[in-house]
């Protein structure tokens, strides 16, 4: 089993910034893929942006050229660095791993989510 801590969520007035972090923990044989998703009110869960155990990046057209994915293997911890903040990004933020086994499986985890809101 994996835990996934979240922080770093808050409230912030447009053109602010704030920075999440999501640190996994516990039965860790490999992390893939770690990503951010978020879920504003009435809305589908959307993929914020993700990177890959090698470095690669993806991001929603919404926040390229605002947020940055980072992560730091030696602490199994993934950052989302978001600047320029609108209140369009107000929304609970959840952090998502995937992790590899000797047996060549795969399983997902899900943070318990960090509110960030953006007053206007």
């Known amino acids: 089993q994996v835990q996934l801590v979240e922080s770093g969520g808050g409230l912030v007035q447009a053109g602010g910034s704030l920075r999440l972090s999501c640190a996994a923990s516990?039965?860790?044989?490999?992390?893939?893929?770690m990503g951010w998703y978020r879920q504003a009110p009435g809305k589908q869960r959307e993929l914020v942006a993700a990177?890959?155990?090698?470095?690669?990046?993806n991001y929603a057209d919404s926040v390229k050229g605002r947020f940055t994915i980072s992560r730091d293997n030696a602490k199994n911890t993934v950052y989302l660095q978001m600047n320029s903040l609108k209140p369009e990004d107000t929304a609970v933020y959840y952090c998502?791993?995937?992790?590899?086994?000797?047996?060549?499986?795969?399983?997902?985890?899900w943070g318990q989510g960090t509110q960030v809101t953006v007053s206007s």
């Open positions: 998502n791993v995937r992790t590899l086994y000797s047996d060549n499986t795969a399983t997902y985890y």
């Open positions: 516990g039965n860790i044989f490999s992390i893939d893929t």
């Open positions: 990177i890959s155990s090698g470095g690669s990046t």
